[in-house]
């Protein structure tokens, strides 16, 4: 039977004990397991795969052929990418079971993971910061971070809204003004 709070394609598999918020989507071929958290107003494209310790905050969309493993959480309003990978076991073996080796990977409020990107596990991934399109991201990720390449580096920062900032650190589309302390960026 349906759940009237949230749409799931009729190829979509919602094992029971899932939470699955109000408002949320999930689109054909998706698996959400028993225990997965989902938040309201999330969208999950074709083919997702939610694992029984995964966790979507708010506002997540999650594009076509992502796996969100156990102990991966994203907090509210993550955007992933198209085929994005992320991992939970620094050196896997089909032979050996590691399943108490997992390790957390946070993907922060409001941080975007390009298409194709692979995240290894154990990394965080601070608010706001985006993850350039076929990027390996090996070590954690400061808030509004531009980062690309392989390893994935700093080449910027980028604001709230997903703009990449000039050396004036003011955003094009809203004027917001940011601050670099540290190596850090702070809104002011």
């Known amino acids: 039977m349906a759940d009237p709070q949230y749409?799931?394609?009729?190829t979509a598999v919602i094992d029971n004990g899932a939470q699955i918020g109000a408002g949320t989507k999930i689109w054909h071929f998706s698996h959400v397991m028993s225990g997965a958290r989902i938040g309201d107003?999330?969208?999950l494209g074709q083919n997702v795969y939610i694992g029984t310790r995964g966790v979507l905050g708010n506002g997540c969309k999650v594009q076509n052929n992502v796996s969100i493993y156990d102990d991966v959480i994203c907090e509210d309003d993550?955007?992933?990418g198209p085929s994005c990978v992320l991992t939970n076991v620094m050196d896997p073996r089909a032979f050996v079971e590691r399943k108490t080796e997992y390790k957390t990977t946070l993907i922060k409020k409001g941080?975007?993971?390009g298409a194709n990107a692979t995240v290894v596990c154990g990394v965080t991934?601070?608010?706001?910061c985006f993850i350039g399109a076929g990027s390996v991201v090996t070590k954690d990720v400061p808030a509004y971070a531009l980062v690309y390449g392989t390893p994935a580096r700093r080449h910027g920062w980028v604001s709230r809204v997903g703009r990449r900032l000039g050396t004036d650190l003011v955003?094009?589309?809203t004027g917001e003004q940011y601050q670099e302390v540290k190596g850090e960026l702070k809104p002011l």
């Open 111 to 113: 941080a975007s993971v």
């Open 7 to 10: 749409f799931a394609h009729e």
């Open 78 to 80: 993550v955007f992933l």
């Open 125 to 128: 991934l601070g608010e706001y």
């Open 171 to 173: 955003c094009p589309e």
């Open 41 to 43: 107003g999330c969208v």
